[in-house]
């Protein structure tokens, strides 16, 4: 099936790279929405099983049952990168997607954040699985799966711009790692799970800026490969797409009108979502997006924008966590938490 998109993404391919994009090969497939949700629930596909990725299943085919939300594509970090096409999309729908998997493979290949990501995690994830099968053999799958548990836990601890061992010590999973007194095969487990931690939390703290340039790359791509009729058709899709898509969009689109193409590449290569937010957000494209602070005592909403950078900014910086850190007054077998909300 994916024989009949060829022509096309070699028509796609070389219009991304006559606008100066550079990107690793895409390898394309076609699946069906199930697997796509199957994949979407876990991050990467092959991956260990864990109930957790069931529950996220179910709620990503319940939205897209009730048309929601729908995936209709799903690429991933690696090398080559691999992409996933819906084979319910139409035809356009699947050409656009092919667009926009171009602008996540650029973004991949060049945002310096994403130099030192493991491209090779695909089949580093495969290997965790099989190893952690072999524990459940060995140690008994319900101990296993509570170590699991904790674990995917204190995973949300990690951060993977942090490179400061200071830093990286006030954050429980590098503290457990360094200093809780594991079995050998507890710690390997530690070890792969934190490091899967850091692929994700890489995704997660670029998602407004590679959304958004792969949506800006999208459009510029389409707008010089359709037609007038099947561009009009296509773009209002633009404009119905979840937050981040969105906000990233409209920040390059309007990097792009007031500073040239060249500048909205010097922003992917080497901006992520809070240097993007702090730099191209305006005044302007706060109202027209509508973000605003709700103060809740004055029942009203603010778009001031140093407000709402401020609100943006916190979102990514701390994903929605507890701020939790390792008290420096931790000692032996003590573990100390400071909850720095409160």
Known sequence: MIGEYQTVIRELEGLAHDRGLEFDPVVFQITDSDELAQV????????????????????????????????????????PSHAFLRSTNSYLENVLVIAHVLGHA???ANNHWYQKSNKNMLNIAEQHARLIRAYEAQHGRERVEKLLDALLTVATSVNAFERSPQEQHKRLIYYLEERAPLEEFERIMLE??????????????????????????????????????????????LCNRPAPYT????????????????????LRRFYEDVSLIDEALTEELV??????????????????????????????????????EVDPASQGRDLLLTHLDE
């Open 40 to 79: 979407a629930s876990m991050g990467l596909p092959n991956r260990f099983m864990h109930w957790y990725w069931g529950g996220t299943y179910k709620e990503l085919v319940m939205q897209q049952t009730k048309e929601v939300f729908s995936i209709l594509e799903l690429v991933l970090n690696t090398t």
């Open 106 to 108: 650029d973004f991949f």
């Open 192 to 237: 792969a799970i934190r490091d899967e931690a850091e692929y994700f939390d890489l995704i997660q703290r670029t998602h407004i800026i590679n959304e958004g340039w792969a949506t800006f790359v999208e459009a510029e791509l389409l707008n010089r490969l359709l037609s007038v009729k099947e561009w009009a058709s296509i773009s209002v899709s």
């Open 247 to 266: 906000i990233g969009y409209t920040l390059f689109a309007h990097v792009r009108d007031q500073d040239g193409f060249d500048r909205a590449l010097e």
């Open 287 to 324: 109202r027209r997006l509508d973000i605003f602070v709700y103060d809740a005592k004055e029942k009203q909403k603010s778009y001031d924008l140093q407000k709402v950078k401020e609100m943006l900014i916190a979102q990514k910086l701390y994903k929605g966590e507890p701020r939790i």
